[in-house]
């Protein structure tokens, strides 16, 4: 495993993106807004806000990843393609697990989380909850 001190795995380390929520183009070069929308249970005017986008492009079938976001967002797939394994290729269950408070991440909403720039840390707990980095996998 080839991890930096900052908790950055590469797509070697952890696999590769699958984006099984959706949320990225199938290129994964571009944001798919109306999905991760529909997927969250998010509103427009939400996500215009958690993503620095004008309300009007939430609409949008796919744009252009705001700069802004581009880290938080791979660290996002990241960490919800290694929850959906955790949650046995259970889709309902990975975006319940995303959208609610959650003990592990003492009370905050996985998605918060990452949005607020600790991908990385809840990365490297999924990783090792899944076996995918050594540590206790409990």
Do not use: C
């Amino acid at each position: 495993m080839r991890a930096s001190s900052a908790n950055r795995y590469s797509a070697e380390d952890l696999g590769s993106i699958k984006n099984h929520l959706g949320f990225l183009s199938s290129d994964l070069a571009r944001l798919r807004p109306r999905r991760f929308m529909e997927t969250t249970g998010l509103n427009p005017t939400s996500l215009s806000r958690i993503f620095g986008i004008q309300r009007t492009t939430a609409y949008r079938d796919e744009i252009p990843i705001p700069k802004e976001i581009k880290q938080s967002l791979i660290e996002l797939v990241i960490a919800t393609d290694i929850a959906y394994g955790l949650m046995g290729k259970d889709l309902a269950q990975t975006v319940r697990w995303l959208m609610s408070p959650n003990t592990m991440t003492f009370g905050d909403v996985p998605f918060d989380v990452i949005m607020r720039g600790n991908g990385k840390e809840l990365i490297a707990w999924l990783a090792s909850r899944a076996g995918l980095t050594p540590g206790a996998a409990f």
